[in-house]
């Protein structure tokens, strides 16, 4: 593909009412489309931030069912777009646990691709603790599809601190990361591991984030942000909601990786 293809990153501050956050995905991608996005992303835990973590086993979906599942694919049908549906919590083997799942649609609203987060967040510092593996069961594939511009590498928030994911999905033209990082260790840590997946991968990194102070209680970094295959900062949104957008350049892609063609240097 010769022309730019052009992608947008959702950034929500999601709630407890998923009625809500639909109201507010479909807002955004709305705005993105009106915008020229012909891909769109949303954040992890788009369609809701409940009050505890064992909320989410309330929402789970099964396979090809479900309101969120349904809402999704008629997103992307409505504006023609492919949609990257950052996650939603899916039935598990284990009762007491769900799958983060991240799910593509293409614009005709079929779905193409299902990727269950590999890696379990899990981080303990004064009073924030986290542990994912308490509700969420370990996704064991690694995920790719195609889109128009080239292969879409699948990956979701902690996933981003090992690069030998990235590595096993062969080369992407763009890496999706939709995130709900916290405010301490984004804060620390999002920006660089962005930009050393984009650098070490010589692709794209399209990132959409939770963003702000969520009626639970918790503060998620935000900063969406899309990532060039030289690392550089295309478009950022630090809090709040809105967009990120920016364009899939293949000659850029070309250049960079014909300038410096690490991927052809790589030994192991």
């Known amino acids: ?52 973590e064992r909320d989410k086993l309330g929402h789970a979906e099964t396979d090809q069912a479900g309101r969120i599942q349904e809402f999704m694919a008629a997103l992307a049908r409505r504006h023609g777009i492919w949609l990257v549906g950052g996650t939603l919590p899916m039935a598990a083997a284990t009762d007491d646990k769900v799958l983060n799942t991240s799910l593509v649609y293409d614009p005709q609203g079929q779905r193409v691709a299902r990727y269950d987060k590999i890696h379990l967040f899990n981080f303990s510092r004064g009073e924030e603790n986290y542990d994912e593996a ?7 594939e690694v995920k790719t599809f195609d889109a128009p511009f080239g292969r879409v590498g699948l990956s979701v928030c902690y996933d981003l601190r090992f690069p030998e994911l990235y590595r096993a999905m062969g080369e992407c033209a763009l890496i999706v990361m939709p995130a709900a990082f916290t405010y301490t260790t984004g804060n620390a840590h999002w920006e660089t591991l962005l930009r050393a997946r984009a650098i070490e991968n010589q692709c794209y990194v399209l990132a959409s984030a939770q963003g702000g102070r969520h009626v639970n209680g918790r503060r998620t970094w935000g900063h969406s942000m899309l990532v060039d295959p030289w690392g ?18 293949p000659h850029r892609l070309q250049y960079v990786r014909e300038s410096l063609p690490a991927l052809r240097h790589r030994k192991l």
């Open 1 to 52: 593909m010769a022309q730019a293809f052009k992608v947008a990153a959702i950034q929500m501050v999601s709630t407890p009412e998923v009625e809500q956050n639909f109201e507010s995905a479909a807002r955004l991608a709305g705005q993105a489309a009106q915008q020229g996005a012909q891909l769109v992303l949303l954040p992890e835990y788009w369609p809701v931030m409940g009050m505890h």
């Open 134 to 140: 308490r509700t969420i069961e370990y996704g064991t």
């Open 232 to 249: 550089e900062i295309i478009s950022v949104l630090p809090e709040g909601e809105g967009l990120v957008i920016g364009d899939i350049d």
